[in-house]
């Protein structure tokens, strides 16, 4: 299922880089490398994958961002996220099954990518010339949504984290697609016939070949560019063991993971927290609909983790730029169904 767009970065270099380039252009003493680091291939493996990415280091860097890209996105899109991080170094990387060296490899959606953050963070700890320096992590879509894993799996992991619409749990990945798999008879739309037998089985290998198949067909959800087997994860649960400060940023109109989602990991996050609703139009579009906007909120919140002023504020604090739309549920969907269906028979009768 494609849950994220791999062109965002066509716009990303045309809303962002105009306004923010400057601000990178003048530093002297940047240096950016290309590296390779080892991650587990999966839990209690013995195997090891290279994973590639580029860093960024600045001379004057008080801390280290290690970026998490989503899902159909790699390392080359990522790379522009250093001029939003004109202060700092920055790491990105590919997840497994993206970018360089993929053979033999799937996406599991963020359950066995935990294990590539792991490496990438290793990476970063073993630097001599940045080992010291505090890690904080930044992530968009199926890469926020394997930050949260990967810090409930390692408390110690960042300092803090800035996670831009992360998906709640993969089963509502897949209730949201089947949700678009449809079908129709005279007139009137059906649940595509299975639903429940597909739903029930969607983590088995062999369902989730038909399950690609039949999205890409009838839901145009297409996750055959990306070698995928998604397992089952659930960052709304797993972000109830972070207590390190964390910013969460959602898209009043994403439709892909409606902003309900985020707020419901928000809600349930323990520790020093906010939440920033934007205006952006569609999955990931915060950055788009405001870039120097996202870029003050973002500097803004490292500065405060940094010298210990997020400690003096509000444990919570939401910044709406807009109302947060109730994420409808499937009890509140089979009303408005059952109405248009008996407005549509009315329609027929006259």
Not at 96 to 114: F, K, L, P
Not at 186 to 195: A, I, S
Not at 293 to 310: H, M
Request: charged share 25%; net charge neutral; aromatic share 12%.
């Amino acid at each position: 299922m494609r849950i994220y767009a791999s062109v965002w970065a066509i716009a990303l270099l045309a809303t962002v880089c105009v306004g923010l380039r400057a601000a990178d252009s003048v530093s002297s003493g940047v240096k950016e490398e290309a590296v390779t680091f080892y991650a587990q291939k999966e839990s209690g493996s013995k195997e090891y994958n290279a994973r590639k990415g580029y860093l960024t280091i600045r001379p004057d860097a008080k801390a280290t961002i290690l970026a998490m890209h989503g899902y159909t996105s790699n390392k080359e899109d990522t790379n522009v996220l250093r001029l939003l991080f004109p202060d700092y170094n920055l790491m990105v990387f590919d997840f497994r099954a993206h970018g360089e060296n993929i053979e033999g490899q799937y996406s599991t959606m963020g359950a066995d990518e935990v294990y590539d953050i792991f490496g990438a963070a290793n990476f970063l700890k073993a630097r001599k010339d940045i080992k010291d320096l505090p890690i904080i992590g930044y992530g968009f879509s199926m890469g926020a949504a394997t930050g949260i894993e990967a810090q409930a799996l390692d408390p110690n992991l960042f300092i803090a984290s800035i996670y831009d619409c992360p998906f709640d749990k993969t089963e509502n990945i897949l209730k949201r697609g089947f949700d678009k798999l449809k079908i129709k008879v005279f007139g009137y739309e059906f649940d595509f016939p299975g639903r429940n037998f597909f739903e029930r089985h969607a983590f088995n290998p062999y369902v989730q070949t038909v399950l690609q198949f039949l999205f890409r067909k009838f839901a145009k959800m297409d996750a055959t560019q990306i070698n995928t087997m998604m397992k089952p994860i659930s960052p709304m649960e797993s972000i109830k063991k972070i207590k390190t400060p964390i910013f969460f940023i959602g898209c009043a109109a994403d439709e892909t993971v409606p902003v309900a989602s985020v707020k419901k990991i928000y809600e349930n996050a323990p520790g020093q927290k906010q939440l920033w609703v934007t205006k952006g139009v569609r999955h990931y579009g915060s950055i788009f609909n405001n870039p120097e906007t996202y870029r003050e909120q973002i500097t803004n919140f490292i500065q405060r983790v940094l010298t210990g002023d997020i400690e003096k504020g509000d444990k919570a604090q939401e910044i709406l730029d807009v109302e947060i739309p109730a994420e409808k549920t499937p009890e509140a969907v089979a009303p408005e169904a059952n109405k248009k269906e008996e407005d549509q028979g009315e329609s027929k009768d006259k």
